[in-house]
Nanobody, 121 residues
């Protein structure tokens, strides 16, 4: 089993910054990828940013130039630095990890519980 825990959400004014963290632990042989998604009220969950084990990154057009995804392999943690936040960034942010399980070496997906980000004056 793998546990995924997000932190760092909160209330911030437009133009402000927040840094989200996502730590994974448990039966992990190796990471394949980690990603951030978000879901605003009344909308479908959407991809925000992703990073592979090799360090390749991808971003939604709506956050390019404002958000940066990074990881710390030693800590099994992925971060999302969010700058120049806008009210439309308000959502619950979820972390998704894709790992190879150390139990049976199958590739599995895990999601965190989500952390609320509210951008408002």
């Amino acid at each position: 089993q793998v546990q995924v825990v997000e932190s760092g959400g909160g209330l911030v004014q437009p133009g402000g910054s927040l840094r989200l963290s996502c730590a994974a632990s448990g039966s992990i042989f190796r990471f394949v990828a980690m990603a951030w998604y978000r879901q605003a009220a009344g909308k479908e969950r959407e991809s925000v940013a992703g990073i592979t084990s090799g360090g390749s990154t991808s971003y939604a057009d709506s956050v390019k130039g404002r958000f940066t995804i990074s990881n710390d392999n030693a800590k099994n943690t992925v971060y999302l630095q969010m700058n120049s936040l806008k009210p439309e960034d308000t959502a619950v942010y979820y972390c998704r990890v894709v790992v190879v399980s150390s139990a049976d070496f199958t590739q599995l997906n895990y999601w965190g519980q989500g952390t609320q980000v509210t951008v408002s004056s």
